[in-house]
């Protein structure tokens, strides 16, 4: 549920700069952005699901790293998902209107909504979580290195 409320915020402040910012983003930097995106999800979900248990020894202790891992490798696949969702729509707007979204059209302004921008960005943010996520299991990785030593 954290994940959702945090992604919620992050979206709303993705839209607002893709609002306010007028960024060119083409369809080759972007296809550049997803292939990335999909390499650091198969390297995450590779180093995820042959996590090592082996060495652990106390049963909870085991049950908590099997908790952590599992909640990580659905966050990977989440964010893999809405990446994917995000990628596959930016391609469809783009041929159709040209990935810019009218929300409102006023006499004194309008708001639209650069959807490639909105898109990149969404992958970029996945991509530092993906990053994010490496360093926590290598952290995890040490910590259960640590206590296999001490006992």
Same mark, same amino acid.
């Given at each position: 549920? %954290?994940a959702?409320i945090?992604?919620?915020?992050?979206?709303?402040? &993705?839209?607002? &700069?893709?609002?306010?910012?007028?960024?060119? =983003?083409? /369809?080759?930097?972007?296809? !550049? =952005?997803? @292939? $990335?995106? +999909? &390499?650091?999800?198969?390297? #995450?979900? +590779?180093?995820? $699901? !042959?996590?090592?248990?082996?060495e652990?020894?106390?049963? @909870?202790?085991? !049950?908590? $790293?099997? %908790?952590? &891992?599992?909640?990580?490798?659905?966050?990977?696949?989440?964010?893999?998902?809405?990446?994917?969702?995000?990628?596959?729509?930016?391609?469809?707007?783009?041929? +159709?209107? #040209? *990935?810019?979204?009218e929300?409102?059209? +006023?006499?004194?302004?309008?708001?639209?909504? *650069?959807?490639?921008?909105?898109?990149?960005?969404?992958?970029?943010?996945?991509?530092?979580?993906?990053?994010?996520?490496?360093?926590? $299991?290598?952290?995890?990785? /040490?910590?259960?290195?640590?206590? @296999?030593?001490?006992?």
């Amino acid at each position: 549920m %954290k994940a959702i409320i945090r992604d919620l915020i992050v979206l709303i402040i &993705i839209i607002l &700069i893709s609002i306010f910012f007028d960024i060119k =983003v083409d /369809d080759f930097f972007m296809n !550049t =952005v997803y @292939t $990335v995106l +999909g &390499i650091m999800f198969s390297i #995450g979900i +590779g180093i995820l $699901v !042959t996590f090592n248990l082996h060495e652990i020894k106390k049963r @909870t202790l085991i !049950t908590r $790293v099997r %908790k952590s &891992i599992n909640v990580s490798r659905n966050l990977y696949i989440y964010y893999f998902s809405f990446s994917t969702l995000f990628f596959v729509a930016e391609k469809y707007i783009r041929e +159709g209107s #040209g *990935n810019l979204i009218e929300i409102y059209c +006023g006499d004194s302004f309008d708001i639209v909504i *650069n959807f490639s921008v909105t898109a990149c960005i969404f992958l970029f943010y996945s991509i530092f979580y993906f990053i994010y996520n490496f360093l926590q $299991v290598q952290k995890l990785n /040490d910590e259960i290195f640590d206590n @296999t030593i001490s006992e």
